[in-house]
């Protein structure tokens, strides 16, 4: 018998690696969702949670992607990293549109998918980002 995980934390994860693959294969979302939600063994609940950021993920790629653009405006976008692009646009979209986590557990959240996931300099970009977006200013 499969040991279910729940969770917002493998939900997230999972919702990343969705998203990460979605961008290099252009796959269908659900069916790559679907097939990581099986692998990562969820909850009902984490699973729905994990589809729940990747529908909204896409659904407000345009907006998240101009906000993430104007937050880090020395990376052009289509120049920074995929993982810590998506990272971005998960937590930008809970911040933003979900709101149903408190900021800096968002924040911690994508500190630590960009630990897992990104390049050494990820988890510091990340961070940074996020502060400016929840700060609203200038990092400067």
């Not at 969770?7 to 997230?12: L, V």
């Not at 269908?28 to 994990?50: I, M, Q, V």
């Not at 104007?70 to 976008?77: G, N, R, T, V």
């Not at 911040?95 to 800096?104: E, H, I, M, N």
């Amino acid at each position: 018998m499969r040991q279910l995980h729940g969770g917002r934390h493998p939900a997230r994860r999972l919702a990343l690696q969705t998203l990460f693959e979605i961008d290099f294969n252009r796959g269908d979302p659900k069916e790559t969702w679907t097939r990581g939600a099986f692998r990562a063994g969820l909850t009902e609940e984490a699973s729905a949670f994990a589809w729940s950021l990747v529908e909204g993920v896409l659904e407000h790629r345009a907006e998240l992607d101009a906000e993430i653009a104007a937050l880090a405006a020395e990376f052009p976008l289509d120049q920074m990293a995929k993982i810590d692009r998506n990272i971005l646009r998960i937590a930008l979209y809970e911040l933003r549109v979900s709101g149903d986590a408190p900021a800096g557990v968002v924040i911690d959240e994508a500190v630590e998918l960009a630990k897992l996931f990104g390049s050494e300099a990820s988890p510091k970009f990340v961070n940074g980002v996020l502060a400016t977006a929840v700060g609203g200013g200038s990092k400067r």
